[in-house]
């Protein structure tokens, strides 16, 4: 694909846990978006650190090529390299940060460093619509869950989170409580759909102002478990994971509606691997409509880790010249603000 000096043509990485993700954008707009999951994982129940960064070695040379090839462009085109100094795994961070170091390195452009979870929010920016500004953004995962205030593409500010686990930890734990494999969060999601979310109760962890707490209902739910016998908990399923999934996202949309009323703001907006949740999903539209919010949610394949989401993020540093320099090393526990 030529390009010309004004151009401003990237290629962003993502290594921060088990997805090798590389992406390629073109004045804002992305023209390839690889990524290749790790299956090893699943036979442990949980991602393993030490396997992670090796296979992100084993497959971010192929996984760059590929994005390169998709896109069209060359090496001698690319104006910057982006990619994930944090949070996340250091091994896996390390691989990512090492590759494009070099990679700025040797074709003498500029490194972009790009923080993974406001990168979450800005894959609402791949394409349209976007959300105006000022947004609130509800950013869950795996090891975050937070409601963001978005004054900009490169000014938001943590307004809330939680105290203890996050909410893709309480799905992805209970799933294990519950026999159901990992990654446990789609397949609780999959049972819920087929099961009552009022066949049992869960205790709703209500902290003050706008943090979460989530160790308390999984804690509930051993009991439970513990309680009920293996048998019964298998004949009633897709009613407890139905259940446990309907409390999950009553306490999220409770503290997403108080900081909505706090702030005035209906601009509503919802990132991270747990915003691919079904029910979720769903349940944020259902109370769009009674509170009149816009919302705003990515297409599935940018609300999964993926390089895209970096890709954007990166565009909008390198417009603002916001580059690192070759001293970078990765941080496992990058603050958003």
């Known amino acids: 694909m030529p390009t010309n000096s004004k151009d401003i043509v990237l290629l962003a990485i993502e290594s921060s846990c088990d997805e090798t993700s590389a992406s390629v954008i073109l004045n804002g707009k992305i023209k390839s978006n690889i990524v290749a999951s790790q299956v090893i994982h699943e036979q442990f129940g949980g991602v393993v650190p030490e396997l992670a960064s090796r296979a992100h070695q084993q497959l971010i040379v192929p996984v760059v090529s590929k994005a390169m090839e998709e896109a069209g462009i060359q090496k001698s085109d690319l104006s910057g390299i982006g990619f994930t100094r944090g949070p996340g795994l250091l091994g896996a961070l390390l691989v990512g940060t090492s590759f494009a170091k070099s990679t700025a390195l040797a074709l003498d452009i500029p490194l972009v460093e790009v923080n993974h979870m406001q990168a979450h929010v800005l894959a609402h920016f791949i394409e349209e619509p976007a959300p105006e500004f000022p947004f609130l953004c509800l950013t869950v995962?795996?090891?975050?869950?937070?409601?963001?205030?978005?004054?900009?593409?490169?000014?938001?500010?943590?307004?809330?989170?939680?105290?203890?686990?996050?909410?893709?930890?309480?799905?992805?734990?209970?799933?294990?409580?519950?026999?159901?494999?990992?990654?446990?969060?789609?397949?609780?999601?999959?049972?819920?759909?087929?099961?009552?979310?009022?066949?049992?109760?869960?205790?709703?962890?209500?902290?003050?102002g706008l943090s979460f707490s989530f160790s308390g209902i999984k804690t509930s739910l051993l009991y439970f478990i513990q309680q009920k016998g293996a048998e019964f908990v298998q004949e009633n399923l897709a009613d407890i994971c139905a259940s446990y999934q309907?409390?999950?996202?009553?306490?999220?949309?409770?503290?997403?509606?108080?900081?909505?009323?706090?702030?005035?703001?209906?601009?509503?907006a919802i990132a991270g691997g747990v915003s691919a949740n079904s029910g979720l999903r769903k349940a944020l539209h259902e109370m769009g409509e009674k509170e009149r919010w816009e919302v705003y949610i990515p297409k599935f394949e940018y609300c999964t880790d993926n390089a895209?989401?970096?890709?954007?993020?990166?565009?909008?540093?390198?417009?603002?010249?916001e580059f690192t320099d070759q001293k970078v090393s990765p941080l496992p526990r990058f603050e958003m603000n």
């Open 246 to 268: 309907h409390t999950l996202i009553k306490m999220l949309l409770q503290k997403l509606r108080r900081a909505s009323k706090e702030l005035k703001i209906k601009q509503i």
């Open 141 to 208: 995962s795996g090891g975050h869950t937070q409601i963001v205030r978005v004054n900009a593409p490169l000014e938001m500010e943590v307004i809330g989170e939680t105290r203890d686990d996050a909410v893709g930890e309480a799905f992805d734990k209970a799933a294990k409580m519950l026999g159901l494999g990992y990654p446990g969060g789609p397949m609780i999601d999959k049972l819920a759909a087929q099961g009552n979310p009022e066949a049992f109760e869960f205790p709703v962890s209500d902290m003050q």
């Open 308 to 321: 895209a989401m970096i890709a954007m993020a990166a565009h909008f540093k390198f417009q603002n010249q």
